[in-house]
């Protein structure tokens, strides 16, 4: 069935490191992949995503990279805040199919030490 | 440009009553997709409605169901609530459906004692 493993469930780096978050995805259909951030108390924020037609994509300190052989694609956070710190969650998509849902990892929680 | 607004926040409520969750999508979203999150199972599709048809439902029980307005607003209803249910519900708006470019509402909290 259509599966997300997300990796690691936890991860923890001082201020100004480097974060990187990896995802697997089951369902080689899966076009569409984007990344949510969510702080206690707050639904998922979409921070960026990315389409099976590009392997990179980045928007200031957030990068992604897809690798559809692989089937897995990872989040990279450089330059890290304190205020980065929240749960990180993967997803993947077969975009506007008739089957079109998106399919969760199990979330990271990032905390960034000052 | 408003997000979206999910209502109530918060609910308690008895096993066996029902409840009623609404969503009200950005404007000029047509596509609204539904969430359960709970620390166990994390997020897991409900159902997705566009146009005022659901397109797609995931693998909850038949108590679980949903509808869309005219106005792209939706509802979601659980009836014979069971503790199980208690979970955050998530609420997400596209301007396409299929889960693309989806936008989070902040939730409603249900508690069921």
């Known amino acids: 069935g259509e599966n997300v493993e997300q990796h690691p469930s936890t991860l923890s780096v001082q201020e100004g490191d480097s974060a990187v978050i990896k995802c697997t995805y089951s369902d080689s259909a899966s076009n569409y992949f984007p990344w949510y951030k969510q702080e206690l108390g707050k639904g998922p924020q979409l921070i960026i995503d990315i389409r099976s037609n590009v392997g990179e994509k980045k928007d200031q300190r957030i990068a992604v990279t897809l690798n559809k052989t692989a089937k897995h694609f990872s989040l990279h956070i450089t330059e890290t805040q304190p205020e980065d710190s929240a749960v990180y969650f993967c997803?993947?998509?077969?975009?506007?199919?008739?089957?079109?849902?998106?399919?969760f990892g199990q979330g990271t929680t990032l905390q960034v030490k000052p | 440009k408003a997000g979206v607004t999910q209502t109530p926040r918060y609910l308690i409520k008895t096993r066996g009553q029902q409840v009623t969750l609404s969503c009200s999508p950005i404007?000029?979203?047509?596509?609204v997709s539904w969430y359960q999150q709970t620390p166990g199972q994390g997020l897991q599709f409900l159902f997705e409605?566009?146009?005022?048809?659901?397109?797609n439902k995931g693998n909850f029980p038949g108590r679980f169901s949903g509808r869309q307005f005219s106005n792209s607003r939706s509802e979601m209803n659980v009836s014979t609530l069971e503790l199980g249910d208690s979970a955050l519900y998530l609420c997400?708006?596209?301007?396409?459906?299929?889960?693309?470019?989806?936008?989070f509402g902040q939730g409603t909290r249900l508690t069921v004692v």
């Open positions: 409605y566009f146009s005022e048809t659901q397109r």
């Open positions: 404007s000029g979203h047509r596509s």
């Open positions: 997803a993947a998509s077969k975009g506007s199919s008739n089957t079109g849902k998106l399919i």
């Open positions: 997400a708006s596209s301007d396409t459906p299929g889960g693309t470019e989806a936008f």
